[in-house]
Each structure stands twice: as C-alpha cells, then as structure tokens.
C-alpha cells in the first residue's frame, strides 16, 4: 500500500487499504487506486473529483 500526495491535489491511495469515515465505519472503494479530496471542496468528498484545480488551491 502506498499514499502519495500530489502537488496542490490529492492524495492517492493505492493498494490494499481499508478507508473509514470519522466514525469508523468503512468507506467503499471500487478501485485499487484512490484519489482523496485534501482541498475539502469536493462534491464527492471523500474522493476527488478536482475541484481543487477550479478553486487554486495549494496544500499547506
């Protein structure tokens, strides 16, 4: 498993890992790779749907 944060986008998730919500339980994933909202303005949050790049947002 892997987790790669992207410049000023994403984080991707790869391989097996299990994602859970702030109270524990499991978030679905159909797909090996994963990319999670960091700009927190996705409309799919907790995935990504590049909303970061319409916004200018830059990670800390």
Known sequence: MSVV???DG???VRGDA???DEQGKPVERRR???ALCR???SAIK???DG???AIGFTAP
Do not use: R
Request: positive net charge; aromatic residues 4%; hydrophobic residues 40%.
């Open 39 to 41: 700009c927190g303005a």
């Open 32 to 34: 090996a790779t994963v």
């Open 18 to 20: 299990q994602l859970v």
């Open 46 to 48: 907790p995935y990504c």
């Open 51 to 53: 909303t970061h790049k």
């Open 10 to 12: 994403p984080l991707l």
């Open 5 to 7: 944060a992207c410049p």
